[in-house]
């Protein structure tokens, strides 16, 4: 399974972005999509994810409202929409695939596959 996100940028705080992840190769209904965000020194944590059997979706607290995976993904796509943005936000993030799906995992060692991830910078 091959990962490319895009979609990343420099947005003042309080902006609009969107992100996309594209999968190709061996994919299946039955993984599990997610986002990850690394910023600067810090772990790489879980910010939202999205099974395509049954269309769950799981939201990180600190971006719970304010990010969102819309149901409409193309096939083997799926987006983030990040609103009201902050500081806080910047990071690198990155599309990731569990293999094992049935349930979205906010354990990173659980993804197999990664995403080169893109730039996300927040200005206040």
């Known amino acids: 399974v091959q990962l490319q996100a895009s979609g990343g940028g420099l947005v003042q705080a309080g902006g609009s972005l969107r992100l996309s992840c594209a999968a190709s190769?061996?994919?299946?209904?039955?993984?599990?999509m997610a986002w990850f965000r690394q910023a600067p020194g810090k772990e790489r944590e879980f910010v939202a994810g999205?099974?395509?059997?049954?269309?769950?979706?799981y939201y990180a607290d600190s971006v719970k409202g304010r990010f969102t995976i819309p149901r409409d993904n193309a096939k083997n796509t799926v987006n983030l929409q990040m609103n009201s943005l902050k500081p806080e936000d910047t990071a690198v993030y990155y599309c990731?695939?569990?293999?094992?799906?049935?349930?979205?995992?906010?354990?990173?060692?659980?993804?197999?596959?990664w995403g080169q991830g893109t730039q996300v910078t927040v200005s206040s």
């Open positions: 990731a695939v569990a293999l094992a799906g049935g349930r979205i995992y906010t354990d990173r060692t659980r993804y197999n596959y």
């Open positions: 999205f099974t395509w059997r049954g269309g769950s979706t």
């Open positions: 190769g061996r994919t299946s209904s039955s993984y599990v």
